[in-house]
């Protein structure tokens, strides 16, 4: 395919690639037939194991604490929440009365506050006293608002949810200005388990096991370095994930993180814990401590092609002469992210030649990857800037010679040049000595969890049969 060979820069016939058709072709059995996949997001509580309370005739119902956290003790109770506390038979300095406020559909902030005597230029100083307030001049219908009046009938307090998991307090001070102050719920989390065995796809197999469309695709995310989830799955593959669902006031809200999860796939058997550093990232790793993830991630940008590869004796298409392609080039419409392949730190941002917009970041000793033709870099990123895997650092476009937005991609070792398509990937790091013992602790502890579980699971199935 010549015109593949030789597209660095010639013109993108085929832009008209779609990010959309891309999605349903590497998930073309998401729509097929229902999958049968034997599914239970068990309701089953297994104690934790450090309780010493693991009889298997005291597994009954419902949820796990999260793992290193004490159990439970209220199945709805808040961890934390933002609430006054509730009134005690001892004395109390006064509460001030709250008046509790509905915004109406077309109600503006003035117009509701006006109704209790608050002048327009008190809702003006109020709103633009202290940015955490500002956000009060777009309130909607269905959102509360809470205001205290003193004596003489002013203004003095007010409370608002700007989000669900959030409060925000503005109090009138003695001189008259308002003191802010803002507040965040915890979530509640609850441990869940689901298991399920492929047999049409990754995502109808998730469905089957009451997992959202987020949840599998962390779980793709986790072991998309070992398995190609669109080309080596199999029916009859399967897995198992320990995870947590959000709750506020014993409502779930959503779904949190994978702490722990299995696939087993063609006699592979992979696992991989979530745990949290020191340093505050978390990551998953297999029960050694070892990444999941390699330190580089292949592909740099997503919804694109192969426009030319890597080819040491190529013809350059607008210089018309041999001059090696020492990298790959992604056709990809202009706009389109562009990820840093690895952790590391920026070494160049600017304008070189014919590469018109580059960026070349250094990981570590030995490793630096370019990224050329960039319509713009990423905001925050220059000269000096740490970024993280995957994270956004620029925009694909056509700046110097190219005819049409792709990116050029190149990947060197130790100074050379090595093919970004083929070069080994080394793994990212494992985690470190000293968080070691810990870190096993904690993998032991998910594991009894989840084997609890999936015992409790096939106990429920087999009483259900
Ligand atoms: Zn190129």
Redesign the pocket.
């Known amino acids: 395919m010549p015109q593949a060979a030789t597209s ?2 010639s013109d993108q016939m085929s832009m008209n690639f779609s990010a959309l058709g891309r999605m349903v072709r590497r998930f073309p059995r998401l729509h097929l037939a229902l999958s049968a996949a034997l599914a239970i997001t068990v309701v089953a509580m297994a104690l934790s194991p450090e309780s010493g309370e693991s009889h298997p005739e005291r597994k009954q119902a419902l949820t796990l604490p999260k793992p290193g956290t004490a159990p439970a003790t209220g199945a709805a109770s808040p961890v934390a929440t933002t609430q006054p506390a509730r009134p005690r038979p001892a004395p109390a300095p006064p509460e001030p009365e709250w008046i509790e406020l509905e915004v109406q559909s077309g109600d503006t902030l003035s117009a509701l506050l006006q109704e209790h005597g608050v002048t327009a230029a008190q809702v003006h100083r109020l709103v633009t006293g202290d940015e955490r307030l500002a956000a009060l001049a777009r309130i909607r219908p269905g959102e509360t608002l809470g205001i205290t009046l003193d004596d003489d009938g002013e203004l003095n307090a007010l409370r608002y949810h700007p989000t669900r998991i959030q409060t925000v307090k503005a109090t009138l001070g003695d001189d008259g200005r308002w003191q802010v102050q803002s507040e965040t719920r915890e979530y509640q989390r609850r441990v869940r388990f689901a298991e399920a065995t492929i047999d049409n796809s990754l995502f109808l197999a998730g469905h089957a096991a009451g997992m959202s469309d987020n949840l599998t695709m962390q779980l793709a995310n986790i072991f998309g370095w070992d398995i190609d989830f669109v080309l080596d799955i199999r029916n009859g593959d399967r897995f198992r994930v320990l995870y947590e669902e959000l709750y506020l006031d014993g409502e779930k809200v959503g779904t949190g993180n994978i702490l722990a999860a299995e696939f087993w796939t063609q006699g592979r058997h992979l696992t991989a814990y979530r745990f949290e550093t020191r340093s505050g990232d978390a990551d998953y790793f297999d029960s050694e401590g070892r990444s999941m993830r390699k330190e580089f991630i292949r592909t740099p940008v997503a919804f694109s092609r192969i426009s ?1 590869r890597f080819n040491l004796g190529r013809k350059h298409p607008i210089l018309n002469k041999v001059r090696a ?1 020492r ?3 992604y056709a990809a419409p202009s706009g389109t992210p562009i990820k840093a392949a690895g952790k590391g730190k920026v070494i160049f941002a600017g304008v070189k030649g014919g590469y018109g917009n580059v960026l070349i970041l250094k990981h570590g000793q030995r490793y630096t990857t370019l990224y ?2 960039m319509r713009g870099f990423a905001r925050g990123i220059r000269v000096g800037s740490r970024v993280n895997q995957n994270q956004t650092i620029g925009y694909v476009g056509m700046s110097g010679l190219a005819t049409g937005p ?1 990116l ?2 190149e990947f060197r070792v130790d100074g050379v040049h090595r093919n970004p398509q083929t070069v080994p990937l080394p793994k990212a790091q494992s985690v470190s000595d000293n968080e070691k013992p810990q870190f096993l602790v904690q993998a032991k502890r998910m594991e009894a969890q989840m084997t609890l579980f999936a015992e409790a699971a096939t106990l429920a199935s087999s009483n259900v049969l």
């Open positions: 660095e820069c030319s392609h990298g790959i080039d050329a033709h792709h050029h991609y």
